[in-house]
């Protein structure tokens, strides 16, 4: 079955605010082909299905050429993919290697010990709210907490920040898989030059630590001999760049949602700051409800696959709708409400099979924290602008910003 536009209109920034309706009418047809070409999968189980089917690939190099040209996912010639975009074996060497100082089993840690940390800047940047009565809560806090936790964790400049904030929003908008010809040539293009410049800044300073390591993830990076390798130079280079950027491009859309929602539903806002102990679910709940990722693009299938009714064929571009199979009456009773202590919660949040997401103990962390002391340190917060300005990004979606009045700090 062929869709009429289906993706123009889902990726439409008008409908940004709420695709939610858009993606219920999705879900009539399991799996549909839009009419640029893609296979759009919208439904709970048929998402998670194909998340764990080796006949799966995330890798564009087997994308049929006219499927590459027509979701513009053709390759940068200059620097190869991250591991994000590779198939095993090939990634889960990368994987390994990128997860040893990271987390399990080489540092099992590493994250539970960042929590008083984490708390730190939590607190100084709400401090800093003092002597204000409204907050842009992306400008003030969401953005700047996770990207202070990522340069402390990759050994990244704090101040270097203006430097590699364009670079990642370029690299971040060209996810978005929609507009003409000549419009995703031009942000290929814009993308081709943002990685080439945050690959020449992260190369040096993985040089850097390569003569003076530190104790952060690019010195271990840089020095680490383990079991499988090490990671050669633009292997560095390229993982680097992904956990600079994944490290914080979906955590602050996380905890904007996030504070949006709870705004949204007061007595949920309530539950939180009467019980600290509720952040755990809440979280869960967030990322079925409002998912900072709202969809892959980037999957494509190496044979002919039956599934739901439709037969995807070889070679075609496949997209998964996550925020849609997380609104997926077959699998969560009452989808639409917001149910902080929801009991089995196996979301799409943070995707499933070989590609979840290893940030995913670190995200979770932060969001619990910043929700948490948000709700308790600020007096009668409410919004500004509802529905706020959203960013373009359809993929990766979240608000621009988010004004919040308040009547003053508690400590």
Request: hydrophobic share 40%.
């Given at each position: 079955?062929?869709?009429?536009?289906?993706?123009?209109?889902?990726?439409?920034?008008?409908?940004?605010?709420?695709?939610?309706?858009?993606?219920?009418?999705?879900?009539?047809?399991?799996?549909?082909?839009?009419?640029?070409?893609?296979?759009?999968?919208?439904?709970?189980?048929e998402?998670?299905?194909?998340?764990?089917?080796?006949?799966?690939s995330?890798?564009?190099?087997?994308?049929?050429?006219?499927a590459?040209?027509?979701?513009?996912?053709?390759?940068?010639?200059?620097?190869?993919?991250?591991?994000?975009?590779?198939?095993?074996?090939?990634?889960?060497?990368?994987?390994?290697?990128?997860?040893?100082?990271?987390?399990?089993?080489?540092?099992?840690?590493?994250?539970?010990?960042?929590h008083?940390?984490?708390?730190?800047?939590?607190?100084g940047?709400?401090d800093?709210?003092?002597?204000?009565?409204?907050?842009?809560?992306?400008?003030?806090?969401?953005?700047?907490?996770?990207?202070?936790?990522?340069?402390?964790?990759?050994?990244?400049?704090?101040?270097?920040?203006?430097?590699?904030?364009?670079?990642?929003?370029?690299?971040?908008?060209?996810?978005?898989?929609?507009?003409?010809?000549?419009?995703?040539?031009?942000?290929?293009?814009a993308?081709?030059?943002?990685?080439?410049?945050?690959?020449?800044?992260?190369?040096?300073l993985?040089?850097?630590?390569?003569?003076?390591?530190?104790?952060?993830?690019?010195?271990?990076?840089?020095?680490?001999?383990?079991?499988?390798?090490?990671?050669?130079?633009?292997?560095?280079?390229?993982?680097?760049?992904l956990?600079?950027?994944?490290?914080?491009?979906?955590?602050?859309?996380?905890?904007?949602?996030?504070?949006?929602?709870?705004?949204?539903?007061?007595?949920?806002?309530?539950?939180?700051?009467?019980?600290?102990?509720?952040?755990?679910?809440?979280?869960?709940e967030?990322?079925r409800?409002?998912?900072?990722?709202?969809?892959?693009?980037?999957?494509?299938?190496?044979?002919?696959?039956?599934?739901?009714?439709?037969?995807?064929?070889?070679?075609?571009?496949?997209?998964?709708?996550?925020?849609?199979?997380?609104?997926d009456?077959?699998?969560?009773?009452?989808?639409?409400?917001?149910?902080?202590?929801?009991?089995?919660?196996?979301?799409?949040?943070?995707?499933?099979?070989?590609?979840?997401?290893?940030?995913?103990?670190?995200?979770?962390?932060?969001?619990?924290?910043?929700?948490?002391?948000?709700?308790?340190?600020?007096?009668?917060?409410?919004?500004?602008?509802?529905?706020?300005?959203?960013?373009?990004?359809?993929?990766?979606?979240?608000?621009?910003?988010?004004?919040?009045?308040?009547?003053?700090?508690?400590?």
């Open positions: 079955m062929t869709s009429v536009a289906l993706l123009h209109q889902i990726t439409d920034f008008a409908n940004r605010a709420d695709p939610y309706p858009l993606y219920a009418e999705l879900r009539k047809t399991p799996v549909v082909q839009d009419e640029a070409g893609p296979y759009l999968v919208s439904t709970y189980w998402i998670h299905s194909l998340l764990h089917d080796p006949r799966i995330s890798d564009a190099r087997n994308l049929s050429p006219q590459a040209k027509a979701t513009g996912q053709d390759q940068d010639p200059e620097l190869p993919p991250n591991f994000l975009r590779l198939d095993p074996p090939e990634h889960d060497r990368l994987r390994r290697l990128a997860m040893r100082p990271f987390g399990p089993p080489h540092t099992p840690r590493r994250v539970y010990d960042m008083g940390e984490l708390a730190g800047i939590v607190s940047l709400i800093a709210f003092r002597d204000r009565r409204t907050i842009d809560l992306v400008d003030d806090f969401s953005y700047p907490f996770p990207v202070t936790v990522i340069c402390r964790l990759l050994g990244v400049p704090r101040e270097d920040e203006t430097r590699f904030h364009t670079w990642a929003d370029t690299i971040a908008a060209g996810l978005d898989p929609v507009g003409t010809d000549e419009e995703r040539e031009a942000q290929k293009q993308v081709r030059q943002a990685r080439a410049g945050l690959a020449a800044y992260l190369a040096g993985i040089e850097e630590r390569r003569r003076s390591p530190r104790d952060d993830m690019l010195s271990a990076m840089a020095t680490d001999h383990g079991p499988d390798g090490q990671l050669t130079p633009v292997e560095m280079v390229t993982t680097s760049s956990l600079l950027i994944a490290g914080h491009e979906t955590t602050v859309n996380l905890i904007t949602n996030g504070m949006l929602t709870l705004l949204r539903n007061p007595d949920v806002l309530q539950r939180l700051r009467d019980d600290p102990g509720l952040a755990v679910p809440l979280v869960e967030l990322l409800f409002e998912p900072p990722v709202q969809l892959l693009p980037q999957r494509n299938a190496l044979a002919d696959i039956d599934i739901a009714g439709t037969t995807i064929p070889k070679g075609a571009s496949v997209y998964l709708v996550l925020a849609s199979g997380n609104r009456p077959q699998r969560f009773l009452d989808p639409d409400r917001f149910i902080p202590d929801r009991p089995d919660n196996q979301h799409l949040g943070f995707g499933s099979g070989i590609h979840n997401c290893f940030g995913a103990p670190l995200a979770r962390l932060e969001a619990q924290l910043a929700l948490t002391e948000l709700v308790r340190r600020l007096d009668n917060p409410r919004l500004v602008e509802d529905p706020p300005p959203y960013r373009q990004n359809a993929v990766l979606r979240g608000p621009r910003h988010l004004g919040i009045a308040f009547d003053g700090l508690k400590p």
